[in-house]
């Protein structure tokens, strides 16, 4: 098999952020860019650490053949600029 692309994949995440705050959906993807924004962090800081969690999601679907789940989706992108939850 061949090893994807990393910029390739990056981009693909980065778009998916991008397409979220174009259409509103979530609403919370908007929210949470703005408030990190407000908190400091450039925008494309803060679209990078949105995407973390696109590909957080992703991955979780993949590996664990979970479905998506916007309530756990929605609650990581409130946890930012936290990546990682300290259990």
Do not use: C, W
Not at 72 to 84: D, T
Request: glycine share 4%; charged share 30%; hydrophobic share 35%.
């Amino acid at each position: 098999m061949t090893k994807p692309n990393p910029d390739i994949v990056r981009a693909a995440i980065l778009q998916v952020v991008e397409n979220q705050l174009r259409d509103g959906t979530p609403p919370e993807t908007k929210q949470t860019l703005q408030r990190l924004i407000k908190e400091g962090h450039s925008e494309e800081e803060a679209k990078r650490l949105i995407a973390t969690v696109v590909a957080s999601e992703i991955f979780g679907v993949l590996k664990h053949k979970r479905p998506y789940d916007q309530a756990r989706y929605i609650a990581a992108l409130q946890r930012l600029p936290k990546v990682f939850d300290e259990k």
